[in-house]
Nanobody
Framework: QVQLVESGGGLVQAGGSLRLSCQIS????????MAWFRQPPGKRRELIGI???????NYADSVNGRFTISRDNAKNTLYPQLNNLEPEDTAVYYCAAETRYGIGGMDTWGKGTRVTVSS
């Protein structure tokens, strides 16, 4: 089975940047697509972007060009580069995967990594 472990969260000042990582283990051939989500305190989980097996990335409109998702297949790692962070970006950030074991949608999730942006 696929397992996902996020890392790289922490406390940053407004205007700063973070690079999060999602380490992927298990059957890589079973992954159809992957995504990053985030959940601000007291709010619903929201999509950041989806990366398909071919490498194309679709971003949510709310990102506004500040975040970049990429994947290093050699290292089995998925990254979001978070730039020009604002206090409203404070959230738990989750890595997710759509696999062939599921019935559609993101069926495999990491436990999340917390990002706190101070003013």
């Amino acid at each position: 089975q696929v397992q996902l472990v996020e890392s790289g969260g922490g406390l940053v000042q407004a205007g700063g940047s973070l690079r999060l990582s999602c380490q992927i283990s298990g059957s890589m051939s079973s992954i159809n697509s992957m995504a990053w989500f985030r959940q601000p305190p007291g709010k619903r989980r929201e999509l950041i972007g989806i990366i398909r097996y071919g490498g194309n990335v679709n971003y949510a409109d709310s990102v506004n060009g500040r975040f970049t998702i990429s994947r290093d297949n050699a290292k089995n790692t998925l990254y979001p580069q978070l730039n020009n962070l604002e206090p409203e970006d404070t959230a738990v950030y989750y890595c997710a995967a759509e696999t062939r074991y599921g019935i559609g949608g993101m069926d495999t999730w990491g436990k999340g990594t917390r990002v706190t942006v101070s003013s």
